[in-house]
């Protein structure tokens, strides 16, 4: 009886959590395309906890300089920690890819540096040489990404 009590408290533990993994808003739209002669860029993502995923599955020829990313937290009183890639659900520890139709996803936490309060849920993508299309970069206006809809 005490067994079938634990897995119980158990299983209402596991089930019941504080926290949940909740897709965000970039530039107002659960999915943001670009699109240009080289093909298209499907980004979209999610967060949990201080986690935040960022998947961009790419269809066309593009070429991604993982040095190059700019990304910051909106409010001066966070920052963003942690940065890693992975392309197809696999490490990717290089700095240059050319894509085909690959999926390349960025992990990184979001961290408040005020003591027992937590981040406000917003990050900047800054224009950068990233992701180019034939020398020139994709991202060329910041795009702004809430984590909390």
Known sequence: MKTKCIVLLL?????????????????GKSEYVL?????TIK???????????IGCTFNGKY???????KIEAFSAEDVVTNIHFQLNNKDFTE????????TLTLFFNLKSTVPYQSATGTVLLLPSN??????????????EIHLKN
């Open 35 to 39: 699109s240009d002669e080289c093909g």
């Open 95 to 102: 700095k240059e890819l050319e894509t085909g139709s690959e």
């Open 63 to 69: 070429h991604v300089n993982t040095d190059s990313l």
């Open 11 to 27: 299983l209402i533990f596991c089930c019941v959590s504080c926290d949940n993994s909740e897709p965000f808003v970039i530039d």
């Open 43 to 53: 980004i979209k993502g999610s967060s949990f906890s201080t986690l935040v995923i």
């Open 130 to 143: 990233f992701i180019t299309c034939e020398s020139k970069p994709i991202i060329t206006d910041t795009i």
